[in-house]
């Protein structure tokens, strides 16, 4: 899946708004008909009581010991990012991009187990201007993978092992360019979020239900352990909203608000007016990556006022341990975020392009933080920026996607096992 934290630039964090997930115009090859929707009730979910806790006190980062990232393949085409990967496997794994400036056609590549290669793709296009709607992308298997976009409409594409296809949806009243995320566990259990709304694939038809909050990422551990991260208000493109972070649980009846710490402390930039501006920080969880019941984390960003840049972000991360959300030490700066295949998450910081993805960190469920080996050889110094990262399920294998600078500038996959 692509990663909520994608830098817009090339290396600089950005200083407004959230990253998001998904956009794309989609050529349709074996159209499947539309179907009418099946709508079911909004869930009566009942406001939890919020929380307070503080995150605890970061351990050192240890070095860990090993073989460390390998580059697994620098593509031809010359300016183009991947953005969103995505494996059912080690010999299914699948990569998307597209220009790093300007506009153009999305890039598909795919790993069969023996090498990557460019993949016919649906005719999409995606514009650098809408950064913050890249194509969701997931996978449960060779013959099944998904892309979902939401601009300049909502829409689906599955592939079947031979062919994409276009798969019509039904109307989830989102906004335009709004982010979207999704998760799948079968070809038969696709999940789909989007706004305040949730759309399940059963096979045939898709079930519409009403999400309890806003949300932009889907994980899901099992058919009744479905989890959902956003915030608690609209995103909105400028400003900000006073949004807390929100996390939602599907039990395989209905949709449910779980409680999340909160920060509600109040700035004291001096504004405008000479006075402590009072305003309280915007949180947005932009991900959420679930291993077990008891074992989900969330990545997101806390934005605050600041009177130079008009706002300051930095990235929190969170962890459900089966009874409560905890705030965990991690990063401040993150491009990219993901599973770990081994319980915890992968986090790159933004200097990682700085030798050879030198700063990626792994975070384990117990809150120790361990660096990455980085890139030995001819490639120690190269400079790459990560997108997104993906670990193979079952495995401890992680690809980092992005992009390669200098003689062979163009999209990069980078693998750690």
Not at 292 to 302: F, K, L, M, S
């Amino acid at each position: 899946m692509s990663d909520p934290t994608i830098a817009a630039g090339r290396r600089r964090p950005p200083v407004t708004g959230t990253v998001a997930l998904c956009a794309v115009t989609v050529l349709l090859t074996a159209c499947t008909a539309a179907r009418a929707p099946h709508s079911a009730p909004t869930p009566a979910a009942p406001t939890p009581a919020a929380t307070t806790a503080a995150p605890r006190k970061p351990s050192p980062i240890r070095t860990a010991q090993g073989r460390g990232w390998r580059l697994a393949h620098v593509g031809g085409k010359r300016g183009t990012r991947l953005r969103a990967v995505a494996a059912s496997g080690p010999r299914d794994v699948w990569a998307l991009g597209a220009p790093n400036e300007g506009s153009g056609k999305v890039l598909l590549v795919h790993f069969d187990g023996r090498r990557w290669r460019e993949h016919p793709a649906p005719g999409l296009t995606w514009s650098f201007g809408d950064a913050r709607g890249f194509p969701d992308l997931v996978a449960t298997g060779p013959r099944d993978a998904w892309i979902f976009a939401t601009a300049p409409t909502l829409t689906a594409h599955h592939w079947d092992g031979e062919r994409w296809t276009r798969i019509a949806l039904p109307d989830l009243d989102h906004d335009p360019g709004e982010r979207a995320g999704a998760a799948a566990l079968a070809p038969d259990d696709v999940w789909l979020v989007v706004g305040d709304h949730a759309a399940h694939w059963d096979g045939k038809d898709w079930t519409v239900m009403r999400l309890p909050a806003w949300a932009t990422s889907v994980s899901a551990v099992a058919p009744d352990q479905v989890w959902a991260v956003g915030g608690t208000g609209r995103p909105l493109a400028q400003g900000s909203t006073g949004s807390q972070a929100a996390t939602m649980r599907w039990d395989g009846r209905s949709w449910q608000l779980v409680a999340t710490p909160e920060d509600r402390t109040p700035s004291t930039e001096i504004n405008s007016e000479g006075r402590p501006d009072g305003s309280i920080p915007r949180i947005t969880l932009t991900q959420v990556v679930a291993h077990a019941p008891d074992n989900v984390w969330a990545i997101g960003t806390r934005q605050v006022f600041d009177y130079e840049d008009g706002s300051r972000q930095s990235t929190i991360t969170m962890r459900w341990d089966g009874k409560t959300w905890s705030w965990m030490p991690g990063a401040a700066g993150v491009s990219a975020a993901g599973s770990d295949g081994a319980g915890g998450i992968v986090l790159a910081v933004w200097d990682t392009s700085e030798g050879g993805l030198s700063g990626t960190i792994r975070v384990a469920p117990d809150g120790s933080r361990t660096e990455l080996p980085p890139m030995t050889g001819a490639n120690r110094d190269r400079e790459l920026d990560v997108s997104a990262l993906g670990a193979v399920p079952g495995a401890r294998t992680v690809y980092a996607v992005g992009v390669a600078y200098g003689k062979e500038f163009g999209p990069m996959i980078a693998r750690y096992r």
